[in-house]
C-alpha cells in the first residue's frame, strides 16, 4: 500500500509539469486547419496526427 501512494504521488508531480497543447476538432472544421479554437480540425484522426507529430518534435504546442 506504501508503494502505491509512493507511485501516486510521484505519477502527481511528474503530470504537474506536463503540459499538453489544444486541439480543436468541430463538425464545421477543415482537416488543414491549424486545429485551434477559431480553425479547428474537422476530424479526430487528424488532431491525432497532429498530436502524434508535436510529440516527435517534443512541442507542447502550436
Known amino acids: ?3 502505491v501512494l509512493w507511485m501516486t ?6 503530470l504537474q509539469y506536463t503540459y499538453a497543447g489544444d ?3 468541430a463538425p ?3 482537416d488543414l486547419n491549424a486545429g ?3 480553425q479547428p ?3 479526430l484522426a487528424a488532431a491525432m496526427r497532429q498530436a502524434r507529430e508535436w510529440r516527435r518534435l517534443n ?3 502550436c
Do not use: D, E, F, P
Open 59 to 61: 512541442k507542447s504546442c
Open 23 to 25: 486541439i480543436y476538432v
Open 1 to 3: 500500500m506504501r508503494k
Open 28 to 30: 464545421s472544421g477543415n
Open 41 to 43: 480540425k474537422a476530424t
Open 36 to 38: 485551434t479554437t477559431a
Open 9 to 14: 504521488g510521484y505519477i502527481c508531480l511528474c
